[in-house]
Nanobody, 115 residues
Framework: QVQVVESGGGLVQPGGSLRLSCAAS????????MGWYRQAPGKEREFVAR???????DYADSMKGRFSISRANAKNTVYLQMNSLKPEDTAVYYC?????????WGQGAQVTVSS
């Protein structure tokens, strides 16, 4: 099994930047992809970005150009660099790992964009 833990959330002003980290442990060699989702208050969880084991990435259309997902060389840590943040980016950001058809989720990291 795979476990994931997020870090790096916090409060940032509009237009600012923040980087989230997600560290995976357990059967990391079986991970097919790792990604980020977010859930704003009163809304459903939505896809943000994903990086596959072959290094390919994809993003939600609304995040393209502002958010960037990357992976550490050890392939057990992924980052989400968020730039030009807006108040509507305020949400709990969740890391997800997919391994052999099984999804593992972290506890979430709160990101608040406010002046």
């Amino acid at each position: 099994q795979v476990q994931v833990v997020e870090s790096g959330g916090g409060l940032v002003q509009p237009g600012g930047s923040l980087r989230l980290s997600c560290a995976a442990s357990g059967s990391i060699g079986s991970i097919d992809a790792m990604g980020w989702y977010r859930q704003a208050p009163g809304k459903e969880r939505e896809f943000v970005a994903r990086v596959r084991s072959d290094g390919l990435t994809d993003y939600a259309d609304s995040m393209k150009g502002r958010f960037s997902i990357s992976r550490a060389n050890a392939k057990n840590t992924v980052y989400l660099q968020m730039n030009s943040l807006k108040p509507e980016d305020t949400a709990v950001y969740y890391c997800q790992a997919s391994s052999r058809g099984i999804e593992s989720w972290g506890q979430g990291a709160q990101v608040t964009v406010s002046s």
